[in-house]
């Protein structure tokens, strides 16, 4: 595994847990929380194109 994926790796786990913490303070519609759920999307994708990019 690359550099790259391993703190790809590192920062969606940091957001995931980001956002779990404000959901568990507010509610799942609080704006931070979709924020922190889009990019926690943008991230999770970003390492599937990597993944994707490296087994082709």
Request: net charge negative; charged share 25%.
């Amino acid at each position: 595994m690359t550099i790259e994926l391993k703190e790809l790796l590192n920062d969606i786990e940091e957001c995931r847990a980001r956002m779990v913490h404000l959901a568990s303070r507010t509610s799942m519609i609080d704006h931070n929380v979709v924020e922190a759920s889009t990019q926690l999307d943008t991230l999770i994708n970003r390492y599937f194109m990597i993944q994707k990019r490296m087994n082709a």
